[in-house]
Nanobody, 123 residues
Framework: QVLLVESGGGSVEAGGSLRLSCAAS????????MGWFRQAPGKERERVAH???????TDYADSVKGRFTISQDETNTVHLQMNGLKPEDTATYYC????WGGGCSTGDDVKYWGQGTQVTVSS
């Protein structure tokens, strides 16, 4: 079992920055990947970015490439640095994790979810 706790959401103006963090606890050694998804009202859930725990490889949705950066640290925490925020980035952001055998590319592959944190970008 992996528990995920997110922090760092909030409200900013367009062009601003926010940093989301997701702290993993429990069976952290079994993590294969961690990432972020988002869902805006009336829209489908969208993958934002994910990182592979062992090798550190990252992957981003086209909509955030060049603006968002996902990283991990030695405390089993994954961060999402969001720069150049746009109103269309407004959504609830969910941390995701999977153990070996799962994945982080689609929501159906994800095994563990955080509770979500709100990001609001005003124009």
């Amino acid at each position: 079992q992996v528990l995920l706790v997110e922090s760092g959401g909030g409200s900013v103006e367009a062009g601003g920055s926010l940093r989301l963090s997701c702290a993993a606890s429990g069976d952290t050694y079994s993590r294969y990947c961690m990432g972020w998804f988002r869902q805006a009202p009336g829209k489908e859930r969208e993958r934002v970015a994910h990182i592979y725990i062992r090798g550190g490889e990252t992957d981003y949705a086209d909509s955030v490439k060049g603006r968002f950066t996902i990283s991990q640290d030695e405390t089993n925490t994954v961060h999402l640095q969001m720069n150049g925020l746009k109103p269309e980035d407004t959504a609830t952001y969910y941390c995701a994790a999977s153990t070996w055998g799962g994945g982080c590319s689609t929501g159906d592959d994800v095994k563990y979810w955080g509770q979500g944190t709100q990001v609001t970008v005003s124009s």
